[in-house]
Structures are given as C-alpha cells and as structure tokens.
C-alpha cells in the first residue's frame, strides 16, 4: 500500500520551480471567472495569471492541464480534527500540548484530501475537551509533520460544551477557573518578584527552559481584557510552561476555535471569549443546531464553521412533522461569515458541500467562498491561499468539468508549484471506482480470459 | 385529526382536485426522449398531456425541470416496535399492510423530497418475511386512499439478518422462546429452499397445500415477485442460483451492493437488483459489503435491470434524489439512472401501468427542479401527488 501511495503522491520530492497550468476555465474566485486561461507559479507562488494570449508563458516550464479542464483554487479546511491519531486529551484543560505531536502524516485522511482537491488543513484537537491543545495549519503532502507545516501553533482549541462525563455547569466552571488561575499565578509571580523569591527562575533553569533573548525580558500584559499589573518584572523565560499558551491566547497570538454543540453554548463561547478579551481572535465551530443562535452570533461579529449538517432537522411537538432548516442560509441572511466544514459526512469534501449548499438555496459565489476564500480568512491566510492571484500561493485544483457537478473528478492537484496528485495514478480511486474483483468470482475470470485473448491477438498481428 | 378527515374529504371527491399545466425547460419523460421547452398537463389526479411548447387549461407551474415521482424499493417505513415476527421463520401469509403505521412523519419525508411510490416490506429477519405493498407516500392516513398494490411481492432475506434474528429486536436478551431461526448462512439457506420443495411437493399432493404454499406457488408461477435481500458477493449469488433452481421468474435482489462482483451470474439468471444508497467510502457497513461508484453502470451494461433506493435515510445528501447522480458519476448515463428511480422500479414491482413515467392516463405524480435532477446543486422544489400539489415550488408560500 506504501508504494501505492508513493506512486500517487510522491512528485512533491522532485519540485520544479516553475510550472504552468493551463485550463479552459478558470475560477479565481477574487475575480470573473477566465476562459482559457494560464496560470505560471514560480518558487511556490502565482506569478502571473489570465487569459492564454496574456500570459508570457516560460518556455522551460512543465506544463500540465488543458482546455478541457476547470481550475480552483485548492479547497481550505477551516477546521478538523481527522488527521490526528487520537483527536481527544484526557486532560480537562491542556493548550500547552500541540496537535503537532499527534498529527499522522500518512492518516488517509490526508490523502483524501488531495482526492478531494483540499490543499489547506486547520488541525485542532477533538471537541471532547475544556481547553485543548494548540492547533497547527498543514498541507495535505509530505511524510513527517515538518514537510506539512503551514503555520505551526496556530490556534487554540476551547469548548463550550460538556467534555465526556462533565455537565454545563462543570464545564463553564472549568473554562472560569482555567482564567481565574491563570490570573491568580501571574499574580502571585509578579509578588515573588516583588519579593526577592527567586523560585520561578531557578525552576525554568532546572527545567532548561529558553532564559535568552526575548526570553529574558519582562513585558507588560498585553490585550484588552484584564491585566495583571507588573508582569513587565518577570522574564517571560520564567513564566510557566502550562499557563504560557493561555496568557498568550489573552494578549492575542493565538486564534480561538470555540465549539459549541447546542445554541445554548454559544452565550456561554462568547461570554468566556470576551471577559478575556479573545472575541476578536474566536472562531465558533458549531454543531447545525446552534442556527438558532444566530441573532446573537451576528451581534457578536464572530465567524463560524459549520461542523454539523448543512439541514438541520427536527420534529415539530404538535405536528409531530419534520422541520428542516438550511443553515447556511440563516447565516447568510444575518450577514455572518461561515466557512462549510467537509467534517459533518463521510464525503471528506468541500466541493461537494458547497455543491449541496447551492442546491439547498445558496448562491454558488458565497457558497464556493466558504469551501476556499472565507476559511483563508478566518485561519489569517487570507493573503496567501483561497483565490487564484498574483502572489499567492501556486495552490490549484483541476476539475474535468465544472466543480460544482456530481460527474466532475479533480484529476490534478498542484500545492505551492508541486504537482501532488493525479488521479490516473491514483490506485485507490480506482478501487473505489472499479471495486477490486476478487480471484475466482466470474467477473474476474472474464476479465482474465479477456486480457488473454488480447495478449493472443497482439501475437498474431506480430 | 381534523387534518385528517380534511384530507379525507378531499380525496373522497375528485371535483377538489385541481387542473394544473407544469412548465419546465426540460420535461423528462423516461419513456422517451427528453422535450426542451415542454409542459405536462394534469387534470382529476392523472396526466392528461405531454409535449412541447407551454400548454393551457390549468393553474401553472414553472421550474427548470421535471420528472416523474421517484419510486423507492427499499424505503424502511417505520412498522413500530414490534415489528419482528418471533413465531416462525417463513411468515410467508403475513401482510405488511397490517402494521404499517401511516401516520409516521417519515412519509413526508420521502413525499417532500420525490419519492411519490414505494414499495413497504416486512423487515429483513425472517427468511421469508412476508407480503410486501406498493403505496403512495402522501394522500389520507388510510390504507385505501395510498394502495397502489396489495400484495406487490414476497419478501425474503439472505445474508446475516435472517440469520441474527434469534435475538431480541431490542435490548440484548431474548424476550421470547421462539427461537428457532437459523443462525448461520446454510440455515437460511436450506430453510428458503424447504419452503420451495415443500410447495413443488403440494402441487403434486393437494393434502400438503396450506395458505403459504399457495402463496409460494404464485411466487413459481411468475404472479409474485420476489424480492430477496443480500448484500454481499456470496448471498447474490445464493439468490441466483435459488432463482436458477426453482425456476423463479421474477426475482429481484434488493440491497445488492456487491452485484458488482457477479454481473454475468445476474445476467444468467435473469435477476434484476435493487442498489442500496452510495457510499463515497464504498463500505456499506453491512456484511462487509463494498459497493464500487460503478456497480450501477457495469449491471446497466452488462444488461442488469437496475432500480437504486434511499433506504429511509434522513441525510439529505443521501435521499433517492440525490442517488441518481452518484450512480452517475460512477458512469450511468443521465437516462439510465431517471430510469433506474422511475420506470424499472415500477416495472419490477409490476405497477408501471400507473405510475414511473409521464405519459397520458398515468397517475399526476410529478417532481420539480429548479436545476438538472440529480445534482448535488439541484432540489426537488415542487412535488405533486395524484394531481395534488403537496410541495408549492412557487416563491413566498407563506413564508
């Protein structure tokens, strides 16, 4: 199976630095659509892209492509959880551990990715949790964590709802006292300082904690909520290990990924979010029932991943007859921006999400935005993927037709200038496709006696 | 309840119903070519006109397409808690009719997303289930005003539900002493073939006829399908060479997500398939069967009459509506799969003279796009029933 997947996907080792990539239309999504267009990326990047008679193209460039196919840019996963080996901590409150030492490079998850023309992947731990671990952004290519890094320690995972074994008075006390403690022991270190007590340093000595550079300097809190006066007196090099991500989430290094799997957490998101000043910061991930906090959603100005279904259903008391609500829709209409997630079916596709939003109602431009412009937004890659333009990243998906049609297949992906995926080399497509015949059934036979017989008469015409 | 008798009262007079003209850009017929620019006329609960240009003589209805009602085989009404029969393995004489519970919202599910016809089965436990009927999906809570047919098929099962059936259907302990189903493929296999030799032996001596070889001997005369699950490789095999053996004429294999693997035995034995819904992971979940995106296209070109079913899922993406275009993209041509939704269910269940195609004097079961059927991009919008529009595709319907 290793050298199936080596066969598929293993181009990226041999980057060239330029190619082009030539399609007979081309959705930018930043702009109109271009009818034969070409796209040139060099060193990773776009560096020119329009009609084919504007375009210089480099005579030394490989080329893939043709007018008979639709280029995209790569799809971005604004929030997931499957490529880790375990998504979940058993560890109520741990954002000092990074989804970096848990991501599997070689999870099928990964590869359906590029099956599925995502080129872009926030990884954040499990919802079962009150604080997680610190998230990571990838690309969907290479064997160890490193190769796929987009931006290490991106984001922070919280959840507004019951941890396994937990109700929603435990759980909100434990996201209170998270801070509360916090506060408490930035407290106490600025009165060891204040003190004399040289223990806080001794410990980061005896733990070999980083004490150089901007280690070593004291800095005021930053953010907006509350402060802890004097922390300029402690080294940050001091401040402890396990309490350093969240005093970090408060002064805004990290993005917020809040999830919330009833409307009645969201209150709850947004009231933690703000008392610490990371509102600004917070991405809600929500279940499809939390539609129902829209109006307070809106208010709050936060964007949101939609985790759950597209059609949330649910039984009228007195009917006893199905309700269904489209809830992009609702988003849509209280002017909130959302990104779709492919989490909420066994598709591991945002093409055919946004596919099914357009049929439930939604206009195909907003709909293609939350599988690709929206998402870049929210993970602050706004500038570098999500749209096909000069100076992004060369990330683009070939469709043999139009992307948003049951019947289209992404045939080639391309992640920073590398060629990454081709669906003719693509073992396991064909196996989903064809099904693999078992030895001895009929089918098999004929196919065999078929192959053989065509063997015969290529020796008879020699 | 005041609803009800409402209904009831409507159906009851047939003056009620309306006169309604359906415009679409593209008028899919699955009886012939496709009509761009047509319209499909309905008059007292049946289609009184087809063709292009935009008709008149009624209220009208606009979308961008139409078909006929889609036809579900494999729809899993609900029948309630008690819904095993605990008593015998072949409770061939029981009618399913008896325990459908038509007011379940589940039917305005299927209604409001296409599905205008199915056929309700006994569920799979027992070797030989029961008679299954064929029944509209929407009109009066009663069986009269939905009966398209009684005693549409015989039921049967193959594979490990027959074969798991000596448990409780709820909760993990036994909950009654008739346990004497069989436990293992080779049970269920021999006691399917008993049911048979016993029948063939009651032909021939009138004092072993009892009700259920009286049924089976419509089941070897051709006068009642039977439908037989199994989802793996080795169970439609098992309804092949069953069908092979006792000369069954009219068989078709229901959930056959493995017929992939065995084509040429289909084609051989002149069984037809009904394909449970895709997967995009090819796993069914269900005796470890794998369905191939092709499986609907390689039966359809080997010769296979092919129907696909939903299965009363409440996954939007994953309604019968939408399972046309996965049988698509694993290479079914647009025609086949409307036919494969449509007129061969309604062929293979013998109700075709009624419903699975717009043609004059068939019954007004319509459904309206507002894009190419099929496409995840596209909805059902509108849906008419017997001329009754139970889904207004028109815009600002008291919302």
């Known amino acids: 199976m290793i050298a199936h997947i080596l066969t598929a996907f293993a181009l990226f080792g041999v980057a060239d630095d330029k190619i082009v990539v030539e399609a007979g239309r081309i959705i930018t999504q930043s702009g109109p659509d271009i009818v034969d267009g070409v796209i040139v990326i060099e060193d990773g990047r776009i560096t020119e892209i329009g009609p084919a008679d504007d375009v210089d193209k480099p005579w030394d460039a ?70 997680g671990a610190r998230g990571m952004i990838v690309r969907p290519v290479g064997l160890t ?20 074994g937990k109700s929603r008075s435990t759980q909100a006390q434990g996201m209170r006292r998270a801070f509360d403690e916090l506060r408490r022991y930035l407290e106490d270190l600025v009165q060891q300082k204040k ?63 809040f999830y919330c799997s009833s409307p009645m957490d969201v209150p709850r998101a947004l009231e933690i979010a703000r008392d610490n000043g990371f509102l600004a910061k917070t991405t809600l991930v929500l279940h499809e029932r939390c539609w129902k906090a829209a109006d307070l959603i809106a208010e709050a100005g936060v964007p949101v991943v939609l985790d759950g279904d597209q059609m949330h259903i649910e039984r009228d008391p007195l009917t006893g007859k199905e309700i269904e609500t489209f809830v992009p829709g609702v988003f849509k209409d209280k002017g909130i921006r959302f990104a779709l997630s492919s989490d909420n079916t066994d598709t591991h596709s945002l093409w055919f999400q946004a596919s099914l939003a357009i049929g439930f109602g939604l206009d195909a431009k907003t709909a293609m935005d939350a599988v690709t412009q929206t998402p870049a937004e929210i993970l602050g890659l706004g500038k570098e993927v999500g749209s096909l333009e000069e100076g992004k990243l060369g990330n683009v998906v070939l469709f043999s037709g139009d992307p948003m049609s049951i019947t289209s297949w992404v045939e080639h992906v391309v992640i920073e200038g590398e060629e990454v995926y081709d669906r003719s080399k693509d073992v396991r497509n064909t196996h989903l496709l064809e099904g693999t015949k078992p030895p001895g059934s009929t089918s098999a036979e004929d196919a065999e006696e078929a192959a053989k017989k065509e063997a015969d008469d290529e020796d008879d015409e020699d | 309840m005041i609803r009800s008798v409402l209904l009831l009262a409507l159906l009851a007079s047939p003056t009620a119903a309306q006169d309604w ?18 319209f499909v006329k309905v008059s007292d609960g049946k289609i009184t006109g087809v063709g292009s240009g935009r008709g008149g003589g009624g209220d009208v209805l606009e979308c961008a397409a139409v078909t006929p009602g889609l036809i579900d085989l494999s729809v899993r009404i609900d029948t309630g808690s008690f819904s095993v029969e605990q008593s015998e393995e072949t409770p061939i004489e029981l009618n399913v009719a008896d325990a459908i519970d038509l007011f379940s919202y589940r039917w305005d599910r299927e209604l409001k997303s296409g599905v205008t016809t199915v056929l309700a089965n006994p569920n799979d436990r027992a070797v030989l289930g029961g008679l299954g009927v064929v029944l509209k ?37 036994p909950s009654s002493f008739y346990f004497r189903r069989p436990t293992t493929r080779m049970g269920t296999e021999w006691v399917f073939r008993k049911a048979f030799y016993d029948t063939i032996a009651a032909s021939k001596d009138a004092e072993r006829r009892t009700g259920e070889t009286d049924v089976l001997a419509r ?72 369905m191939a995106y092709n499986t609907a296209a390689l039966l359809q070109e080997k010769g296979v009459t092919i129907a696909l079913s939903g299965h009363g899922t409440s996954d939007v993406g994953m309604r019968l509506n939408k399972q046309p275009g996965y049988a ?68 600002n319907d008291d919302e």
């Open chain 1, 62 to 131: 490989p080329v893939i492509g043709g007018p008979d196919y639709t280029a995209m840019p790569g799809f971005v996963e604004a929030h997931t959880s499957r490529g880790l080996d375990r998504p979940n901590e058993s560890l109520d409150v741990a954002p000092f551990l990074d989804v970096r030492d848990s991501i599997d490079p070689v999870a099928f998850y990964f590869e359906d990715c590029l099956r599925w023309g995502i080129t872009t992947v926030n990884v954040q731990q499990g919802n079962n949790c009150i604080i």
């Open chain 2, 137 to 173: 999906t929407g009109g009066g809570p009663s069986l009269d005003a939905r009966l398209v047919k009684d005693d549409a098929v015989l039921r049967a099962s193959l594979g490990s539900a027959p074969a798991s059936g000596n448990r409780a259907p709820r909760g993990s302990r």
């Open chain 1, 195 to 257: 003190d004399g007590d040289d223990f806080a340093r001794r410990e980061a000595l005896h733990q070999g904690r980083d004490l150089e550079g901007e280690k070593a300097e004291g800095r005021e809190m930053g953010g907006t909520a509350w402060k802890v006066d004097g922390l300029d007196m402690v080294p940050r090099g001091e401040i402890d290990e396990k309490q350093e991500p969240l005093l970090e989430l408060i002064e805004g290094r990290y993005n917020a990924y």
């Open chain 1, 145 to 164: 964590v490193e190769e796929m890094m987009v931006r290490p320690q991106h984001g922070l995972k919280l959840s507004a709802s019951p941890k396994s």
């Open chain 2, 328 to 395: 698509m993209r694993g290479g079914l041509s647009f025609d086949a799969a409307l036919a494969a939704v449509t007129i061969n269910p309604a062929r293979m269940v013998g109700v075709d003279n009624r419903v699975g195609s717009l043609e004059e004097g068939k019954d007004a079961d319509l459904v309206l796009w507002n894009g190419k059927p099929f496409e995840p991009s596209s909805s059902v919008i509108g849906v008419l029933l017997d001329g009754e529009l139970v889904l207004d595709p028109r815009p």
């Open chain 2, 21 to 38: 003209v359906v415009r679409a850009d593209t008028v899919y017929t699955a009886s012939g070519d496709p009509i761009d620019g047509g």
């Open chain 2, 219 to 290: 089941v070897l005369s051709g006068e009642l399908p039977i439908a037989v699950q199994g989802w793996a490789t080795q169970d439609v095999r098992t309804a092949c060479y069953l069908k092979e053996e006792f000369g069954i004429p009219r068989m078709f294999v229901d959930a056959a997500a493995e017929a992939w693997k065995e084509p040429d035995l289909l084609v051989r034995s002149g069984a037809a398939v009904v394909l449970p819904p895709f997967r995009f992971e090819g796993q069914t979940g269900v005796d470890g069967a794998f």
